[in-house]
Structures are given as structure tokens and as C-alpha cells.
């Protein structure tokens, strides 16, 4: 992947629904070279898929966090399983370091936020964690 290729990307994040014509302007670039190095960066797997964000998606769950939680012993498999029975856990990350895990999660209110933490926090083999509030979230390529 070139530096224009990496440049293409950086437009998509900004805007997926973005004219070929519009992008091809942006780069400098004619539409027939913009349409063929999408054609290819879908192919070689670089683009994986396209995606909406719909003010749903944003203001359905306005309490935002994230979960880092330490597992006692090998029941991580367990531990992901019922993470992703909650509602409120919007997608479960296995990680290294000092946490094992990290939960994102969404909740209408504050104190349901915290009843999802200790809800969390009482599952078999979670031993510890820490959770940060998300404050504010810029998308990469977004201006």
C-alpha cells in the first residue's frame, strides 16, 4: 500500500459515501484511478467493508466506557462468553499487558453503567478491573 493509497483510506474514513468524482478531486487524482485502487485495495483484503454510522448508533447509548478486567486463571473463554450474554457490552477485546480483556461498553445512564459494572464484576473469574468513562470520540480521518 502506497502513500496514496494510505491517502484514499484516510478520505473513506472521513466520508464512505463520498463520489468517486469528489475523491478524485481531493487526491489529485482522475476517477478511473481512484474506482481501480478501490477495486484493488477491497480485493488484497485492505478495505475489508464499508459501513454506516447512523445518529442512532451514537445517541441509542450516550454513557460510554471501557472495561480493562483481570481473569483469575484460564476461564477467559468463559469470562468472553458471558460478556457477550450483556446487552450493555458492545464488543469484548482479548489484550496483553496487565489486563486481560477489555469490555467496551454502552448504557442509556450513568447508573446503569454501574450496574453493568457490577454486574461484570461479579462474574466467576473476573479478579479485577478498572473502567474509564469516554468522553469524547473523534474517528480517525474525520475532521
Known amino acids: 500500500m502506497d502513500e496514496v493509497d494510505q491517502r484514499l483510506i484516510a478520505e473513506l474514513r472521513r466520508d464512505g459515501r463520498a463520489a468517486l468524482s469528489d475523491l478524485a478531486d481531493r487526491l489529485g487524482l482522475a476517477r478511473g484511478t ?4 478501490m477495486e484493488r485495495l477491497v480485493a488484497r483484503g485492505e478495505i475489508a467493508g464499508f459501513t454506516v454510522l447512523t445518529r442512532g448508533d451514537v445517541t441509542a447509548a450516550p454513557v460510554r466506557g471501557l472495561m480493562m478486567i483481570g481473569i483469575e486463571g484460564r476461564g477467559g473463554e468463559k469470562v468472553m462468553a ?3 450474554g450483556i446487552p450493555a457490552v458492545m464488543a469484548v477485546h482479548s489484550t496483553n499487558g496487565k489486563w486481560d ?4 461498553l454502552a448504557t442509556q445512564t450513568l447508573l446503569e453503567l454501574d450496574e453493568v459494572i457490577h454486574r461484570i464484576r461479579s462474574i466467576d473469574g473476573v479478579m479485577t478491573s478498572e473502567t474509564n468513562l469516554l468522553l469524547s470520540t473523534r474517528r480517525a480521518g474525520r475532521r
Open 34 to 37: 481512484v474506482r481501480t485502487r
Open 82 to 84: 458471558r460478556l457477550q
Open 101 to 104: 480483556l477489555i469490555a467496551e
